[in-house]
């Protein structure tokens, strides 16, 4: 014996309003989510360029960074320069009607910033607010 299947209504994992991209600060969404970070990695002659960026909800913290990493060929200061590009991301899960905090912390000498990217990505329709 089969049982039959029927759908009644629509059926969605995302949001209606779909992804969204956020800046840093504090967040409350009355869906369950996840909060996305992403560091791209950035080569440049301008100097460093390096970021740190966070993630928080609850006692889960996730942590991600990226940018430029050089050093000089000689391990001083000569003038020939050896860069790598590195970039990495998160993905921290966001439950329903709670807090979680986003945070970018660049270097302070850094000559270029590298290009940080935020957002929430929503299980379910529900609004997000700052807090």
Known sequence: MSTLI???????LLNESGIQSLGPGTY?????????????????SDGPAFTWITGSCGPITAVASGGQFTQ??????????????AGTSFMLPVPANNAFTL?????????????????????????????
């Open 103 to 131: 945070t970018v912390n660049p270097l302070s000498n850094n000559g270029v910033s590298p290009v940080v990217s935020l957002f929430f990505i929503p299980m379910g329709s529900g609004q997000l607010s700052a807090s």
């Open 72 to 85: 000089f060929a000689d391990g001083n200061t000569s003038s020939t320069l050896n860069a790598v590009a």
């Open 28 to 44: 409350t969404s009355t869906t369950d989510g996840f909060a996305y970070g992403i560091v791209n990695g950035a080569l440049s």
């Open 6 to 12: 029927e759908e009644t209504g629509t059926v969605t």
